[in-house]
């Protein structure tokens, strides 16, 4: 990041320095949702981007941060984390945290909202600081509210149905199913295992390698 920091310096005016750095400060907020950005702190790195006219720049609503941090962010629950690394990055550079999320918020949609389906909420704790975090925006009278309500983790965050609608995702084929099974090394349970041997045993059936078994009381076995 110095390295950059020194040849853009060198390269470009100003103006042009400014947007870079802001354009930099946006992907690196956009990548905190990635893998690789859980192993470690970026509030260290992010510091060394934002210099205090960046600093004033943004306070007077020059630029938003918040989209580009939530833009990947597809877990409500995961953008506890992101929520937290941004509320961290305000407090370490001095600026007031309420008055910069209601700056960022007022550039959002109603004033909140970062797309159709999600909404950005900012809360106080209960004996100190606040979160910052998304959360899923839906219709009561929609089918499936309350199961989505309550069961999140099971709902719109659960990655097997991240790029379908919910709450009528395309259910995964038992094949499907038994490969992630096998892959996590999890044991398939009894209800699978009988599942698939009825459809192996009729699949047989259909084919004429075997004949079914008759299921009336006191037939002959031929």
């Known amino acids: ?21 802001i354009l930099l400060l946006r992907d690196f907020m956009t990548g905190l949702a ?15 981007i934002i210099n205090v006219e960046m600093q004033e720049h943004y306070m007077r609503g020059g630029f938003g941060l918040l989209k580009e941090l939530f833009r990947l962010n597809t877990s409500s629950i995961e953008s506890q984390r992101l929520g ?7 407090t370490c550079l001095g600026l007031d945290v309420e008055a910069c999320i209601n700056m960022e918020l007022g550039k959002l949609p109603e004033g909140c909202m970062l797309d159709a ?3 950005v909420v900012f809360e106080p704790l209960e004996h100190h600081g606040c979160r910052l975090r998304w959360e ?11 199961l989505m309500s309550e ?11 991240a790029d379908t609608e919910w709450p009528f995702p395309e259910a995964p084929d038992d094949l499907y199913l038994f490969e992630v099974l096998k892959q996590r090394k999890i044991g398939n349970p009894p209800r699978f295992n009988r599942r698939m041997a009825n459809k192996a045993r009729k699949e047989r059936a259909r084919t004429g390698q075997k004949r079914t078994k008759s299921r009336m009381p006191g037939s002959w076995n031929w």
Not at 3 to 20: G, K, P
Not at 84 to 90: K, T
Not at 154 to 159: A, S
């Open 1 to 21: 990041v110095r390295w950059l920091e020194i040849y853009a310096r060198n390269m470009l005016d100003r103006s042009e320095l400014m947007s870079f750095r």
């Open 151 to 161: 069961h999140i983790g099971l709902g719109p965050d659960c990655e097997w149905w």
């Open 84 to 90: 937290a690394i941004f509320v961290d990055l305000l």
């Open 34 to 48: 990635s893998d690789s950005a859980k192993s470690h702190t970026p509030t260290e790195l992010l510091l060394q």
């Open 136 to 146: 899923w925006v839906s219709d009561p009278c929609d089918p499936g509210f309350l």
């Open 117 to 119: 389906k999600r909404r």
